[in-house]
């Protein structure tokens, strides 16, 4: 399964914007996928995911209320809208999909870099 992040850019603080991540060479179909980001210097931080076939939906504390993970199967396609956003938001953003632990998972998109002005 290939992983393609898009939907990154430039965003004033308090902005919204939807990340989206498409799979090509396979579906998400029994797969937990999931949103990571990583500033330099740090460690992958965990954002949300989802469990494709139940729809269950998982955020780290720091983005409940303001992130929401979707998907949409037809398209392939799962998303990520951030809404209110804020400095510390600002990192790459990867999708992930086949969850092996917390943090690793078999397939990994190329990420997308989201800046948040202030």
């Known amino acids: 399964v290939q992983l393609q992040a898009s939907g990154g850019g430039l965003v004033q603080a308090g902005g919204s914007l939807r990340l989206s991540c498409a799979a090509s060479?396979?579906?998400?179909?029994?797969?937990?996928a999931a949103w990571f980001r990583q500033t330099p210097g740090s460690e992958r931080e965990f954002v949300a995911s989802?469990?494709?076939?139940?729809?269950?939906?998982y955020y780290a504390d720091s983005v409940k209320g303001r992130f929401t993970i979707s998907k949409d199967n037809a398209k392939n396609t799962m998303y990520l809208q951030i809404s209110n956003l804020k400095s510390d938001d600002t990192a790459i953003y990867y999708c992930?999909?086949?969850?092996?632990?917390?943090?690793?998972?078999?397939?990994w998109g190329q990420g997308t870099q989201v800046t948040v002005s202030s």
């Open positions: 992930a999909a086949g969850r092996i632990s917390r943090n690793s998972y078999m397939y």
């Open positions: 060479g396979g579906t998400f179909s029994g797969y937990t």
């Open positions: 989802t469990v494709w076939s139940a729809g269950t939906t």
